[in-house]
Antibody, heavy 117, light 108 residues
Framework: EVQLVESGGGLVQPGGSLRLSCAAS????????MSWVRQAPGKGLEWVSV???????YYTDSVKGRFTISRDNSKNTLYLQMNSLRAEDTAVYYC???????????WGQGTLVTVSS | SSELTQDPTVSVALGQTVRITCQGD??????ANWYQQKLGQAPILVMYGRNNRPSGIPDRFSGSSSGNTASLTITGAQAEDEADYYCNSRDSSGNHWVFGGGTKLTVL
């Protein structure tokens, strides 16, 4: 059974940093694409970033230059380093993956990031 | 364009058929995927690609696509189908992904 478990969320001041983690079991992070999707309170889903098996990474425009997606193959874990956080980054962050590109079959339970002073 | 457009709300009578649509230029080149999300829960993939249902998804869910519009059809809607539904796909560049704004389905 595939399981994705996020951690690392919390309250951070504007301009601060957080690193989210997503521990995977039941499949290999390095062999699949892995993505981060966020959902602001009461809002819809927003794609944030993806890392492909080959290592290529892509970001939505609003986080480019501030967020970095990476993975640790030895720990089978996905990360999202978030710097220069803004109030508008407040959201539940989900890590997600699948077999068919962009079809996200596996989701974590989400971790809440709150950016506020 | 990197946007996918969905109707914000749709309603259907119990047992009837409902179609939820998703429009965007990128859908001329890429298939849409569909997710169901209930309050406080992570999304669930209910349809992907041309018309593929993940295991465990009832066969009352089906998908189709024409031009710049993708559709998710629920034939014989059940009370448990009441949820928010999101489409997603790649954008026109193929490298970025995008979600539609979501459709809140009410089963009357």
């Amino acid at each position: 059974e595939v399981q994705l478990v996020e951690s690392g969320g919390g309250l951070v001041q504007p301009g601060g940093s957080l690193r989210l983690s997503c521990a995977a079991s039941g499949f290999t992070v390095s062999s699949n694409y892995m993505s981060w999707v966020r959902q602001a309170p009461g809002k819809g889903l927003e794609w944030v970033s993806v890392i492909y098996a080959g290592g290529d990474t892509y970001y939505t425009d609003s986080v480019k230059g501030r967020f970095t997606i990476s993975r640790d193959n030895s720990k089978n874990t996905l990360y999202l380093q978030m710097n220069s956080l803004r109030a508008e980054d407040t959201a539940v962050y989900y890590c997600a993956s699948g077999i068919v590109v962009s079809a996200l079959k596996y989701w974590g339970q989400g971790t809440l990031v709150t950016v506020s002073s | 364009s990197s946007e996918l457009t969905q109707d914000p709300t749709v309603s259907v009578a119990l047992g009837q058929t409902v179609r939820i649509t998703c429009q965007g230029d990128s859908l001329r080149n890429y298939y849409a995927n569909w997710y169901q999300q209930k309050l406080g829960q992570a999304p669930i993939l209910v349809m992907y690609g041309r018309n593929n249902r993940p295991s465990g998804i009832p066969d009352r869910f089906s998908g189709s696509s024409s031009g710049n519009t993708a559709s998710l059809t629920i034939t014989g809607a059940q009370a448990e189908d009441e949820a928010d539904y999101y489409c997603n796909s790649r954008d026109s560049s193929g490298n970025h992904w995008v979600f539609g704004g979501g459709t809140k389905l009410t089963v009357l």
